[in-house]
């Protein structure tokens, strides 16, 4: 039984490790001109480098990044909400949401870092703490000139 057990949660944090993202862009699909090409990329650092930020579209999973990893999904003309947040299962808590309007055929370009009033609200104040300074990764959208200016 104990052995069960073990596998199912070894199993569990192997699942939890993986990410969708990569990191050269050139494994990313082609644009389209059907819909609006979204570039996530996330910066690097130390701070929550162990923690994938998960990336959603309208409540829909589009993939995960660790630091210096990079994703791509589709989206179709109008508004959308883009929600970042931590995976549950690291204990980190609160999210970023950027609400925008795209357009089919058009890039657009977020950049997401680490919100370090996040990791002192979580050392401070551990589950509340964290959730109330805000979301641990912050974003924005940027042009594509800083977009391939940041690390």
Partial sequence: MKKIILIFIFGILLNSCAS??????SYLAADTSDLANIYFKRQSGFMYM????IVLAD?????SLYPKEYIKFFLSEGSHNITIKADPLS?????TII???????????????VNKDNVAGAVL???????????????????????????
Avoid: L
Wanted: proline share 3%.
């Fill in 91 to 95: 204990g980190v808590f609160g999210k």
């Fill in 125 to 151: 104040g551990g589950v509340i703490g964290s959730a109330i300074v805000g979301g641990p990764f912050p974003s924005q959208q940027v042009n594509k000139e800083t977009f391939d200016r940041v690390n």
């Fill in 99 to 113: 609400s925008a309007n795209f357009e089919k055929g058009k890039n657009y370009y977020f950049i997401t870092g």
């Fill in 20 to 25: 969708t993202g990569v990191k050269d862009m």
């Fill in 50 to 53: 162990g923690v994938k930020a």
């Fill in 59 to 63: 409540g829909i999973k589009k993939g």
